[in-house]
């Protein structure tokens, strides 16, 4: 089946410290990923939409300033939170679709990753 | 924007039957997704409804009606690894997904 690979899985780090985020479809070319967020008991927020080759698409109340997406392949794709801050803790993940016989596949998730600014 | 509803939570015991029902209110429409998510852990993909009608895999069904608006996961043969929460997601005319807040359900033995 589809596998989405994120890492890192956990980070820890200093407020003001940039991050990044790498998501990668290991056995299916992405044409489309997706970036979320989640804070603790609510639900998947969509925070831009990415395509390989071109600028990524931001959700309304999201700063693209501040959450950098790279989409260089249709393999990987970068989330970097620049000038981190505390209320940028959160669970962020990764999801990535692909089209077989014209039609757009389900979402694949990575793993996650969990970013707490101290 | 995309109105999804879904029960907070619910219970049941190992063995029994849960259907989570899901409501939604969409622009476009391209596909309704159910997820497992476990705590601290990112979404598994259940199910996917297109068309109306029911889809089964394994002790999981899901159904749709798009004409309602409407679908439900059933979670058949409950075991106690099922405890989770369990998000309905929709898939609008550009492809994204939005989801509701999620489903809890807790199995006792």
């Known amino acids: 089946g589809a596998v989405v690979s994120q890492h890192p899985s956990w980070v820890i780090c200093k407020s003001g410290t940039s991050v990044k985020i790498e998501c990668r479809s290991l056995d299916f070319q992405a044409t489309t990923m997706f970036w979320y967020r989640q804070f603790p008991k609510q639900s998947l927020m969509l925070m831009a939409t990415s395509n390989e080759g071109s600028k990524a698409t931001y959700e309304q109340g999201v700063e693209k300033d501040k959450f950098l997406i790279n989409h260089a392949s249709l393999t990987l794709s970068t989330l970097t939170v620049t000038s981190a801050h505390p209320e940028d803790s959160s669970f962020y993940i990764c999801s990535a679709s692909h089209l077989t016989g014209g039609d757009v596949q389900p979402q694949h998730f990575g793993d996650g990753t969990r970013l707490s600014i101290l | 924007g995309q109105n999804i509803d879904q029960p907070t939570e619910m219970t049941a015991t190992e063995g029994a039957i849960v259907q989570i029902n899901c409501t939604y209110q969409t622009s476009g429409f391209n596909g309704l997704f159910w997820y497992q998510q476990h705590a601290g852990e990112a979404p598994t993909f259940l199910s996917y409804n297109v068309l109306d009608g029911l889809e089964e895999k394994g002790r999981f069904s899901s159904f749709l009606s798009r004409s309602k608006g409407y679908s439900y996961l059933l979670l058949k043969e409950l075991q106690m690894k099922d405890s989770a929460s369990y998000l309905c997601?929709?898939?609008?005319?550009?492809?994204?997904?939005?989801f509701g807040a999620g489903t809890t359900v807790t199995v006792r033995a």
């Open positions: 997601a929709v898939r609008d005319g550009d492809y994204k997904l939005s």
